[in-house]
């Protein structure tokens, strides 16, 4: 079963979940990618995206709804080795230039691949304050509102 989220890919292979990583293979295409054996089975690893996939799912509608001035070109989901959860990289235009961002299912910014204007970021804040203070965010996280 082969699964994609904008971006990453994801394969069984008796019942082990495999990451396609096309960062390690430089001309990549779709059907030609290195496969990376994660350490858990399918069910597992789906269990542990779905509960990043949630917020950052939310995040990026809000984002593509509020942010109008930047255009959203693409996202694309990311493991993230050293904290274990998904994270999505935002790759904004304006004009000819584009700014790439990650951001965690938590709402904060992972890493900032590209220099940005503090109006973007100012903006993507606005969005994340506003879910949390929404309440949309606590319930995706199970926590008590």
Do not use: C
Not at 46 to 55: H, I, R, S, T
Not at 82 to 90: L, S, T, W
């Amino acid at each position: 079963m082969d699964t994609t989220h904008k971006g990453t890919t994801t394969t069984s292979i008796n019942g082990s979940a495999f990451l396609a990583d096309p960062a390690q293979n430089s001309t990549y295409e779709p059907n030609i990618v290195t496969m990376k054996k994660t350490d858990y089975d399918e069910d597992t690893y789906y269990k542990m995206v779905a509960k990043d996939l949630e917020p950052l799912i939310l995040m990026t509608m809000k984002i593509e709804e509020f942010i109008i001035d930047y255009a959203l070109m693409k996202t694309e989901d990311v493991w993230d080795e050293e904290f274990g959860n998904v994270v999505r990289a935002f790759f904004f235009e304006k004009g000819s230039s584009e700014y790439i961002i990650t951001i965690t299912p938590e709402g904060l910014i992972r890493g900032v691949h590209s220099k940005y204007p503090s109006q973007l970021s100012h903006q993507i804040h606005n969005v994340i304050v506003g879910l949390y203070a929404g309440g949309w965010m606590d319930d995706l996280s199970g926590r008590p509102t």
